[in-house]
């Protein structure tokens, strides 16, 4: 299935505002790490309902904010929620992670959240990104989904896209391949997700609370940031 059919239907039935709600848990710890300043021009990659830009949108006036989804359906509602709030500097584009619509040096910042992992090739992204980044921009990428998570080996059975699962060691080799320094990587707790206590284990979804604390509050959400030489 293409990551259009896909997409579109998730965001159909509402799954972009879910995963909105599960990622800020992780994401809004990343966006306020991220050095953007008044002015900058940022592109959120995979940019589902859109909420990161908002985010950034409401603490630091963006001369632009460019949210690019292979999902049509994606980018039509976040535009929509985009509208309610009024941020005029940001905006939301359908197309590939493959080719970014892009001019060289042209971007301040890049923010993936839960998205780099769907790329055809991550390897020809990797350099995408590198090529629109101006010298010291940065990408802060952060995924759920990579090789240390074994919570999340098996999410590849429920979705047709195919996903690349890569430790946090090959994605700093592939950063530093495209041309990115690795800035630092870190794993990001999710504080927010409740941890029933001990007596309520099994859960339909966890076998003990021991591995739900690991994957929520040890392994978390993987952040690797590149900085553009
Ligand atoms: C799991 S969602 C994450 C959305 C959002 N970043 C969040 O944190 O909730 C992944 C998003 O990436 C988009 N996507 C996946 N592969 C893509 C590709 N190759 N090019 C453009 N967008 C893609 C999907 O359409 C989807 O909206």
Redesign the pocket.
């Known amino acids: 299935m293409s990551?259009r059919d896909?997409?579109d239907a998730?965001?159909a039935d509402g799954r972009?505002k879910g995963?909105?709600r599960r990622?800020w848990h992780t994401?809004k710890h990343v966006l306020a790490g991220m050095p953007v300043e008044a002015g900058d021009v940022v592109l959120?990659?995979?940019?589902?309902?859109g909420?990161?830009l908002r985010a950034l949108a409401d603490t630091t006036p963006l001369s632009a904010g460019y949210g690019?989804?292979?999902?049509p359906e994606?980018a039509d509602n976040a535009r929509e929620y985009t509208r309610e709030v009024g941020h005029e500097a940001v905006g939301y584009i359908v197309?590939?992670?493959?080719t970014l619509p892009f001019a060289t040096d042209s971007i301040d910042h890049v923010f993936?959240?839960?998205?780099f992992y769907?790329?055809?090739d991550p390897h020809e992204t990797l350099r995408e990104v590198y090529r629109v980044l101006r010298p010291g921009g940065t990408f802060h990428c952060a995924v759920n989904y990579y090789e240390e998570n074994e919570y999340s080996h098996d999410w590849q059975d429920s979705i047709d896209?195919a996903m690349t699962r890569w430790s946090a060691s090959q994605y700093r080799a592939a950063f530093r391949a495209a041309g990115l320094a690795v800035a630092t990587q870190a794993h990001v707790p999710d504080e927010e997700t409740e941890i029933p206590p001990s007596e309520a284990f099994p859960t339909e979804s966890w076998k003990t609370r021991e591995a739900m604390v690991e994957r929520y509050r040890e392994l978390g959400t993987l952040l690797t940031v590149g900085v553009a030489a």
């Open positions: 990551v896909e997409f998730w965001a972009d995963m909105e990622h994401a959120d990659l995979g940019t589902g309902s909420y990161a690019l989804d292979g999902s994606m197309g590939d992670f493959g993936s959240m839960e998205a769907y790329a055809s896209v």
